[in-house]
């Protein structure tokens, strides 16, 4: 029998405000510890929460973006549970009445997307790492209280592939949004999968697992292959899945429970009685509304429209600096420039060049890559001297065509005379090869074709030096 | 003036006495300090010192009157805990806004007062510091939870006080101590700084000797705070009452709160009964009101606020302030930390709450209680259509000896039968002195629809000057 997976995603993304939600405190990453604090996020007695209004307003940026129902009204309720991270012995968050409802981004379905604070970071000393058998734990409380949005999908993803694909989109949105940074090294992005399989056909859901607080979308999409294997393997043995939220090692691939339903938390939920319901205005959406940037998917279907192949046109629309990067040359007026010659220079040879970098920060403008693109277009550089052209602009920046005339990487122009004794005296140097060809191989202009090329130092135009091989054989 | 004259003076007469030069506010707060620096009645858990006298405010409105304050207000630097052993020694770094904007207007912090641990109780005899004792008879009870407050302003060693009504924590000691306690409006008075017991109840409010001082102290506590979201202030201002007349006043009797079948003392209900016929002579129609599902207020609260303390006394872990017993690993320090923190009522609130939210049940209890909490606040809004006021006796019985009800927690909850409902709608009431029963005081209840402080006091004043309560039995100098 095959199986498929049936995944849901819920995502913790840290909201960019500048102060934390309930209090004035900084928001930002890092810092001396307990240095971003004051009593109401320390959980003194006495103190109450106010919600800081850039959150609602972020948060609603995100809810468009991902094409959510938005609640005239949310109210906040309370998570109740004891851990040293979290003073007051309670998570503020959104519980029966959450910011908004349905939606979707991509071909993942939104099931809710609710605002509550972050809890702050425990350090544990000692081997073990964890709280249980450290000789000693301290609390740093600067990411305590910090906006979160959790996004909760429907169990749309049908593969590990997908959900990271998935993720993807999600980080790019919101950085696009400018509501979050999605640093997953600085936890501004986690996440969590539900994880079922059922036979391939199927429509029933399966009993799902819960693997926890994934921080690198590597190890969401190994902790989601290795965790779907073990159930496979756990059916086809004749075993059951046992509901359980579990925790995956990326180190040893290993997957271990942290605790079963029947251990599971009662959180005790109730409503916040330290704060009044958030009512979410007209003027509150269409101020949103307005604010909204091009979001990705919009973009892809856009440079789709434009002729760009579904692939480059997906890089460019997911990567926003690359996309940004790829209109700018598209907008420095050479008319002459193809698209999708552009696309595949931007996608293929710029990022092979800067990688995961930038390239707006990189030494090549975007008006000399369309540039030199369009110096290919016109024949007046070769693709392959072109390539030295960028490795030249990558390095040291500059103009193209300066470049090409400094270097003398100009290319041997069609009717240019002086081609014609280099091609014959390529023929004479290759008297087998030139056999070969008249027999009907013409494999063998290689030899002929790279005989030029050295004697140019890449000048040649390779349909040029075709041509004059094809008709000095009389072919 | 000799000290004792100095503290005789009601806090309006004392701040009019010092803006017109005749008193200095640095006499008058010594005069104070050193009365409740002398203190037998373990009213206060801690007194300014003599170098604490503040600067004498030029020409502010409570004119330096100094303030006795309930311990569970954080007050910067100065000991607030809440009653309680887990927050022995506890110096919050901030002071709560009501106690700030009150030491603005001229009403410096004189001490802070014992009281019921974390505001849970109505004898005062759930503090972890000792029980108060009534100044009219000291092996009696002052009522609670504000307890500390109230003995402290009946026996005149302080002017007046900040206490915390959460079902009846201001009204019912006023009552038992023979003086004037006023539960604001919900929302009229910031909670910040104020420790909480439960949030959706709990409601600063003034103890003081008259309605007048009363009136002066809460026009001085009201508004909005930015810290608070549910603050929504008062709108216009609270002003100083004069009515002599209840003329045109219709006041609604509830049965269910007053009928002679709900375990009123006999006493009680006759002092009640003669301020009826009083105001009758004021001017004012007495006529029978309903307010049905007042008897189960008592069963909705006993739900409500204990699963809001629940959750509110979580923080109070060992981990970041207050009293930490170690156990070797985590949930040791937790067990033992409130288990050797927190008193026997505490402990019961917090296991009823924690049940009364639990998966399975809160529908049942929390759910219900909440649905009960809105059909009495719609019983009050029917009722104030037909009348301006209803009242009440404020406490079924007058002030009890020590010990009397510690082993029965629900004739303990009794004691709140009369003041819950007005909590649980969120309504102004005030308790002022009602002449006495065997000896000690009654109270008479008085409370209007929301934001109606204003005529809740005038009628309330109109009354006390028919009644001329005279409060020197609680006075050990005897006035
Ligand atoms: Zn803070």
Same mark, same amino acid.
């Given at each position: 029998?095959?199986?498929?997976?049936?995944?849901?995603?819920?995502?913790?993304?840290?909201?960019?405000?500048?102060?934390?939600?309930?209090?004035?405190?900084?928001?930002?990453?890092?810092?001396?510890?307990?240095?971003?604090?004051?009593?109401?996020?320390?959980?003194?007695?006495?103190?109450?929460?106010?919600?800081?209004?850039?959150?609602?307003?972020?948060?609603?940026?995100?809810?468009?973006?991902?094409?959510?129902?938005?609640?005239?009204?949310?109210?906040?309720?309370?998570?109740?549970?004891?851990? !040293?991270?979290?003073?007051?012995?309670?998570?503020?968050?959104?519980?029966?009445?959450?910011?908004?409802?349905?939606?979707?981004?991509?071909?993942?379905?939104?099931?809710?997307?609710?605002?509550?604070?972050?809890?702050?970071?425990?350090?544990?000393?000692?081997?073990?790492?964890?709280?249980?058998?450290? /000789?000693?734990?301290?609390?740093?409380?600067?990411?305590?209280?910090?906006?979160?949005?959790?996004?909760?999908?429907?169990?749309?993803?049908?593969?590990?592939?997908?959900?990271?694909?998935?993720?993807?989109?999600?980080?790019?949105?919101?950085?696009?949004?400018?509501?979050?940074?999605?640093?997953?090294?600085?936890?501004?992005?986690?996440?969590?999968?539900?994880?079922?399989?059922?036979?391939?056909?199927?429509?029933?859901?399966?009993?799902?697992?819960?693997?926890?607080?994934?921080?690198?979308?590597?190890?969401?999409?190994?902790?989601?292959?290795?965790?779907?294997?073990?159930?496979?393997?756990?059916?086809? /043995?004749?075993?059951?899945?046992?509901?359980?939220?579990?925790?995956?090692?990326?180190?040893?691939?290993?997957?271990?429970?942290?605790?079963?339903? %029947?251990?599971?938390?009662?959180?005790?939920?109730?409503?916040?009685?330290?704060?009044?319901?958030?009512?979410?205005?007209?003027?509150?959406?269409?101020?949103?509304?307005?604010?909204?940037?091009?979001? !990705?998917?919009?973009?892809?279907?856009?440079?789709?429209?434009?002729?760009?192949?579904?692939?480059?046109?997906?890089?460019?629309?997911?990567?926003?600096?690359?996309?940004?990067?790829?209109?700018?040359?598209?907008?420095?007026?050479?008319?002459?420039?193809?698209?999708?010659?552009?696309?595949?220079?931007?996608?293929?040879?710029?990022?092979?060049?800067?990688?995961?970098?930038?390239?707006?920060?990189?030494?090549?403008?975007?008006?000399?890559?369309?540039?030199?693109?369009?110096?290919?277009?016109?024949?007046?550089?070769?693709?392959?001297?072109?390539?030295?052209?960028?490795?030249?602009?990558?390095?040291?920046?500059?103009?193209?065509?300066?470049?090409? %005339?400094?270097?003398?990487?100009?290319?041997?122009?069609?009717?240019?005379?002086?081609?014609?004794?280099?091609?014959?005296?390529?023929?004479?140097?290759?008297?087998?090869?030139?056999?070969?060809?008249?027999?009907?191989?013409?494999?063998?202009?290689?030899?002929?074709?790279?005989?030029?090329?050295?004697?140019?130092?890449?000048?040649?135009?390779?349909? %040029?030096?075709?041509?004059?091989?094809?008709?000095?054989?009389?072919? | 003036?000799?000290?004792?004259?100095?503290?005789?003076?009601?806090?309006?007469?004392?701040?009019?006495?010092?803006?017109?030069?005749?008193? &200095?506010?640095?006499?008058?707060?010594?005069?104070?300090?050193?009365?409740?620096?002398?203190?037998?009645?373990?009213?206060?858990?801690?007194?300014?010192?003599?170098?604490?006298? #503040?600067?004498?405010?030029?020409?502010? #409105?409570?004119?330096?009157?100094?303030?006795?304050?309930?311990?569970?207000?954080?007050?910067?630097?100065?000991?607030?805990?809440?009653?309680? =052993?887990?927050?022995?020694?506890?110096?919050?770094?901030?002071?709560?806004?009501?106690?700030?904007?009150?030491?603005?207007?001229?009403?410096?912090?004189?001490?802070?007062?014992?009281? $019921?641990?974390?505001?849970?109780?109505?004898?005062?005899?759930?503090?972890?510091?000792?029980?108060?004792?009534?100044?009219?008879?000291?092996? =009696?009870?002052?009522?609670?939870?504000?307890?500390?407050?109230?003995?402290?302003?009946?026996?005149?060693?302080?002017?007046?006080?900040?206490?915390?009504?959460?079902?009846?924590?201001?009204?019912?000691?006023?009552?038992?101590?023979?003086?004037?306690?006023?539960?604001?409006?919900?929302?009229?008075?910031?909670?910040?700084?104020?420790?909480?017991?439960?949030?959706?109840?709990?409601?600063?409010?003034?103890?003081?000797?008259?309605?007048?001082?009363? @009136?002066?102290?809460?026009?001085?506590?009201?508004?909005? $705070?930015?810290? $608070?979201?549910?603050?929504?202030?008062?709108?216009?201002?609270?002003?100083?009452?004069?009515?002599?007349?209840?003329?045109?006043?219709?006041?609604?009797?509830?049965?269910?709160?007053?009928?002679?079948?709900?375990?009123?003392?006999?006493?009680?209900?006759? @002092?009640?009964?003669?301020?009826?016929?009083?105001?009758?002579?004021?001017?004012?129609?007495?006529?029978?009101?309903?307010?049905?599902?007042?008897?189960?207020?008592?069963?909705?609260?006993?739900?409500?606020?204990?699963?809001?303390? &629940?959750?509110?006394? @979580?923080?109070?872990?060992?981990?970041?302030?207050?009293?930490?017993?170690?156990?070797?690993?985590?949930?040791?320090?937790?067990?033992?930390?409130? &288990?050797?923190?927190?008193?026997?009522?505490?402990?019961?609130?917090?296991?009823?709450?924690?049940?009364?939210?639990?998966?399975?049940?809160?529908?049942?209890?929390?759910?219900?209680?909440?649905?009960?909490?809105?059909?009495?606040?719609?019983?009050? @809004?029917?009722?104030?259509?037909?009348?301006?006021?209803?009242?009440?006796?404020?406490?079924?019985?007058?002030?009890?000896?020590?010990?009397?009800?510690?082993?029965?927690?629900?004739?303990?909850?009794?004691?709140?039968?009369?003041?819950?409902?007005? &909590?649980?709608?969120?309504?102004?009431?005030?308790?002022?002195?009602?002449?006495?029963?065997?000896?000690?005081?009654?109270?008479?209840?008085?409370?209007?629809?929301?934001?109606?402080?204003?005529?809740?006091?005038?009628?309330?004043?109109?009354?006390?000057?028919?009644?001329?309560?005279?409060?020197?039995?609680? =006075?050990? $100098?005897?006035?």
């Amino acid at each position: 029998m095959d199986y498929e997976p049936v995944i849901g995603l819920e995502v913790h993304a840290q909201l960019l405000t500048q102060a934390k939600i309930f209090c004035g405190c900084s928001a930002k990453f890092g810092g001396v510890p307990n240095h971003h604090t004051c009593p109401v996020c320390l959980g003194m007695p006495g103190v109450l929460p106010v919600l800081n209004k850039k959150v609602v307003e972020y948060a609603m940026k995100m809810a468009l973006a991902a094409n959510c129902r938005i609640n005239g009204e949310c109210s906040f309720a309370r998570k109740n549970y004891f851990y !040293p991270d979290l003073p007051k012995g309670y998570q503020i968050s959104q519980y029966d009445e959450p910011l908004c409802r349905g939606g979707h981004l991509g071909d993942v379905r939104i099931h809710r997307v609710h605002l509550e604070e972050d809890a702050a970071k425990l350090v544990h000393a000692g081997a073990s790492g964890r709280i249980h058998g450290s /000789d000693a734990s301290v609390v740093d409380f600067n990411r305590g209280g910090t906006p979160l949005a959790e996004i909760v999908t429907e169990p749309d993803v049908r593969s590990a592939a997908q959900a990271r694909e998935w993720l993807t989109l999600l980080r790019t949105t919101l950085r696009r949004l400018g509501v979050s940074d999605v640093n997953m090294e600085e936890g501004s992005l986690r996440c969590d999968a539900n994880i079922s399989i059922r036979p391939v056909g199927s429509t029933e859901l399966g009993t799902k697992t819960e693997l926890k607080n994934m921080n690198s979308f590597r190890f969401i999409e190994r902790g989601i292959n290795a965790e779907v294997a073990r159930q496979e393997a756990l059916l086809r /043995d004749g075993g059951q899945v046992v509901q359980e939220t579990l925790h995956f090692d990326p180190r040893t691939e290993a997957i271990t429970s942290l605790r079963s339903k %029947e251990e599971a938390h009662d959180y005790r939920y109730f409503p916040e009685p330290d704060l009044v319901p958030v009512a979410t205005s007209v003027e509150m959406l269409a101020a949103a509304r307005d604010a909204m940037p091009e979001l !990705p998917a919009a973009r892809e279907e856009r440079l789709q429209a434009l002729g760009i192949s579904a692939a480059d046109a997906r890089q460019l629309a997911w990567r926003t600096e690359l996309g940004d990067y790829f209109e700018a040359a598209l907008a420095s007026g050479n008319s002459r420039v193809g698209v999708q010659s552009l696309a595949n220079w931007v996608c293929n040879e710029l990022v092979a060049r800067v990688g995961e970098d930038d390239p707006n920060a990189s030494k090549v403008r975007p008006d000399a890559l369309a540039g030199l693109v369009a110096l290919v277009a016109a024949k007046a550089v070769t693709v392959g001297n072109a390539k030295l052209v960028l490795d030249r602009l990558v390095a040291e920046g500059g103009d193209p065509a300066q470049i090409v %005339e400094a270097e003398d990487l100009g290319a041997i122009a069609g009717g240019d005379d002086a081609l014609e004794p280099i091609v014959d005296a390529a023929l004479a140097a290759n008297a087998d090869a030139a056999e070969k060809i008249r027999a009907g191989n013409m494999k063998a202009i290689g030899a002929i074709i790279g005989h030029v090329m050295r004697e140019t130092k890449g000048r040649a135009d390779g349909a %040029e030096v075709t041509r004059l091989v094809r008709s000095k054989l009389g072919l | 003036m000799s000290a004792t004259d100095v503290t005789l003076l009601s806090a309006a007469a004392a701040a009019r006495a010092v803006q017109r030069g005749e008193l &200095s506010p640095a006499e008058l707060f010594q005069a104070y300090r050193a009365a409740a620096a002398a203190d037998e009645l373990n009213a206060y858990l801690w007194v300014a010192d003599e170098a604490q006298a #503040p600067e004498a405010p030029a020409g502010a #409105p409570l004119g330096g009157v100094p303030l006795a304050v309930k311990d569970l207000f954080c007050t910067a630097g100065v000991p607030s805990q809440a009653g309680s =052993r887990i927050l022995e020694g506890y110096r919050p770094p901030y002071t709560a806004s009501v106690v700030a904007r009150l030491a603005a207007a001229g009403a410096p912090l004189l001490g802070k007062t014992n009281q $019921d641990e974390f505001a849970m109780g109505s004898s005062n005899e759930n503090s972890a510091f000792g029980p108060v004792l009534n100044p009219w008879d000291r092996t =009696r009870v002052p009522g609670g939870s504000s307890g500390g407050s109230a003995a402290a302003v009946a026996a005149g060693s302080a002017p007046w006080a900040l206490g915390t009504d959460t079902g009846g924590s201001i009204r019912q000691p006023a009552a038992l101590c023979g003086i004037v306690g006023l539960k604001p409006t919900y929302g009229t008075v910031s909670r910040y700084g104020m420790i909480a017991f439960a949030s959706s109840l709990d409601q600063a409010g003034p103890l003081t000797r008259d309605v007048t001082d009363a @009136a002066l102290l809460l026009a001085h506590m009201v508004g909005q $705070d930015e810290r $608070d979201s549910t603050s929504i202030g008062f709108p216009g201002e609270i002003a100083l009452p004069r009515s002599d007349s209840l003329a045109g006043i219709r006041l609604g009797v509830p049965e269910e709160l007053s009928g002679a079948g709900v375990g009123i003392e006999p006493g009680v209900l006759d @002092a009640f009964g003669a301020t009826l016929k009083l105001a009758e002579s004021l001017g004012a129609t007495v006529e029978t009101c309903r307010l049905p599902h007042a008897p189960h207020a008592l069963s909705a609260y006993y739900v409500l606020a204990p699963a809001e303390a &629940s959750s509110n006394l @979580a923080r109070y872990d060992g981990v970041r302030y207050g009293a930490r017993v170690e156990d070797g690993g985590l949930v040791g320090m937790y067990t033992q930390t409130r &288990s050797a923190g927190f008193g026997p009522e505490v402990k019961r609130r917090i296991m009823l709450g924690t049940y009364s939210l639990s998966s399975g049940y809160y529908d049942a209890y929390y759910g219900r209680a909440q649905r009960v909490r809105t059909k009495i606040a719609e019983d009050f @809004a029917s009722a104030f259509e037909r009348f301006d006021f209803v009242v009440t006796p404020t406490s079924p019985s007058v002030a009890f000896e020590l010990g009397a009800k510690t082993a029965d927690p629900l004739s303990m909850y009794l004691n709140d039968y009369c003041t819950v409902p007005m &909590s649980l709608a969120g309504i102004p009431a005030i308790s002022i002195p009602n002449g006495l029963s065997a000896g000690l005081p009654t109270g008479f209840q008085l409370c209007g629809p929301a934001f109606s402080e204003n005529r809740v006091l005038e009628a309330a004043f109109a009354l006390e000057q028919a009644i001329g309560f005279d409060a020197a039995g609680a =006075r050990s $100098d005897g006035g």
